[in-house]
């Protein structure tokens, strides 16, 4: 299709939404209209005719509303492809269609999308970044070994303080009245990462009977709780193997933490060190209502995840001592940073795809992973229409994924990288079953 056909109009309002309005002239439509017809008649049957010899008014007047419907969809794509071709449109995602009406002269079309913004490469030889080097000795072996029993162990209750990975039973009591009915026991593992609760993270070197003071937010106030320890229980993970059996798993243990520490680093150069210093580097303005749009749908998922877990919000915000606001800022800052990146990334593979080589056997092997899961869960008793929207989702997923580790691999080969000691491996239970 030629531009000459179409009439083009686009706004653009004060979210950066772009809005394109494009009318197929009637002379291109029943250009369109007539392919459509002479492509299914002689794979249809009407009653009076030779397959394949039936007038085309008879045809259209038989298979009217399908003849239209192909003729829509093609245009939909071809417009946007002429369009696109003229006018080199850089879009985020995929532009949506929020209107179609056939008129008495054309097709009327409305497409809404926000467009790239202009981004400036810095040269990759002029980066330098530094990247993780874990140490595997006999010690960091021996614990991973330990964390292995634990398995499979049966946890017994203790008079020792607890260490990270023990069963803690706890008794939280409000000190205000208004705040009692979130009073309950419950059990933890102790544990001090990133995002666990305060009280898994102060779950750890007490013994039963002690005591803490925690400070958290109900409803946006700022309030304190005791915390009570009632039980300690560690894992019985005796060990009854013979030595020589115990030898071998330890050497075959260790080579497999050794790739685990490699895995680690290269995840950390990626997704902590690369991704920090391409956010730092390179200015970007987010379109503001694509902004807004991917943070409501962040703040959907992360209710849904809560709801999921069978917590209420007052629940989970209690739990990790943060207020609405605080949380909401948290996703807010890293939601910025991840659009950032994906647009830096995207620039990339659009500015060095003559030399950036995607593994398809990589891709294939993604899509087979998910087509495989989808399976599991019911793939195959969904609705066909359905299950052709997961596959098609799946296959541009599975896509998406090989080209960002083939951006990514290319980046990693252009910029410097030194290592550096980032002390002995603290293996978790991930790395001990992942792949062994």
């Known amino acids: 299709m030629n531009t000459k056909n179409l009439k083009i109009d686009t706004s653009t309002n004060d979210k950066d939404l772009t809005t394109l309005n494009i009318v197929v002239d009637n002379s291109a439509y029943e250009e369109e209209l007539n392919k459509q017809i002479e492509y299914y008649k002689p794979r249809v049957n009407i009653k009076g005719f030779r397959k394949g010899h039936a007038p085309n008014n008879v045809v259209l007047s038989r298979y009217k509303d399908a003849l239209l419907a192909a003729t829509n969809e093609a245009l939909i794509e071809e417009s946007w492809n002429a369009m696109n071709e003229e006018k080199n449109i850089q879009a985020i995602g995929v532009p949506k269609l929020i209107n179609m009406d056939k008129k008495d002269d054309g097709l009327y079309l409305t497409y809404e999308y926000y467009e790239c913004p202009n981004i400036i490469l810095p040269d990759l030889s002029s980066i330098s970044v530094e990247k993780n080097k874990y140490i595997v000795d006999d010690s960091v072996v021996e614990a991973a070994y330990k964390l292995s029993l634990n398995r499979f162990a049966q946890f017994v209750e203790s008079d020792l303080k607890s260490d990270k990975g023990d069963r803690v039973s706890v008794k939280i009591d409000f000190s205000e009245d208004d705040y009692k009915k979130y009073n309950k026991e419950f059990t933890v593992i102790a544990s001090d990462g990133e995002g666990d609760t305060i009280f898994a993270k102060n779950a750890i070197e007490v013994k039963k009977g002690d005591k803490k003071l925690l400070e958290t937010f109900v409803d946006d106030k700022k309030t304190s709780l005791t915390m009570e320890i009632t039980k300690v229980e560690k894992p019985d993970n005796k060990d009854d193997s013979k030595e020589e059996d115990r030898k071998s798993v330890m050497d075959s243990l260790k080579e497999h933490l050794i790739k685990r520490a490699e895995d ?15 956010v730092e580097l390179v200015k970007v303005d987010v379109p503001k209502g694509y902004y807004e749009e991917e943070f409501e749908r962040t703040l959907e998922e992360y209710e849904k995840n809560i709801a999921s877990h069978g917590m209420t919000k007052t629940e989970f915000l209690l739990s990790v001592g943060k207020t609405d ?14 659009i950032i990146f994906d647009l830096i990334m995207t620039k990339m593979g659009e500015t060095y795809k003559d030399s950036i080589v995607i593994n398809e056997e990589k891709a294939k092997n993604y899509a087979n992973q998910m087509y495989q899961y989808q399976q599991y869960m019911g793939l195959s008793k969904r609705p066909k229409e359905e299950q052709q929207k997961v596959i098609n989702y799946i296959m541009r997923d599975a896509q998406s994924r090989a080209t960002s580790e083939a951006i990514l691999d290319y980046v990693k080969e252009h910029v410097k990288i030194t290592e550096k000691d980032a002390g002995k491996f603290e293996a978790n239970e991930n790395d001990i079953w992942a792949g062994y």
């Open 264 to 278: 680690r680093a290269n995840s950390e150069l990626v997704n902590k060190t690369l991704f920090d210093k391409f």
């Open 325 to 338: 606001e605080e949380v909401k800022k948290d996703y807010s800052e890293s939601l910025r940073k991840q």
